[in-house]
């Protein structure tokens, strides 16, 4: 009876050690590209508001630290300075217009802490 609960508690330490590592109590990310290990390691070892963490299916995608609703500016500075004018939010949609260019920039709360956000591929130029 002892052997087998010190197996059953070996096996649920090495299960939660396995859990903790692969981030699986964080939701699943909108992209496949990247695990959310290194989703977290790319925000959490940089000074920078945002965070370029991939480019996937036509889209670039930026991770932000929620922080009471400031990821907003963060990613509109970030627009602005590639001459992208903020023009109005409808719901987690934010449009920018640039000459005769119009650019949605939508948002997705990932955690409580973190937010997506995805830019059409291009947005730059």
Known sequence: MLKRLTIITLIAVILGIVAYNNRFYYAPLPVES???KEVL????ETSEPIVRIANEDGY???ITRANQGEYRESFKEMLGKN?????????SGYFFDKEEETLIATTQMWTGNYV?????EGWEE
Request: net charge negative; no cysteine.
């Open 34 to 36: 990247v695990s959310k």
């Open 41 to 44: 390691q790319s925000i959490n």
């Open 60 to 62: 670039d995608w930026y």
């Open 83 to 91: 001459g992208w004018e903020f023009e109005y939010q409808e719901g």
């Open 116 to 120: 997506i956000v995805k830019l059409p």
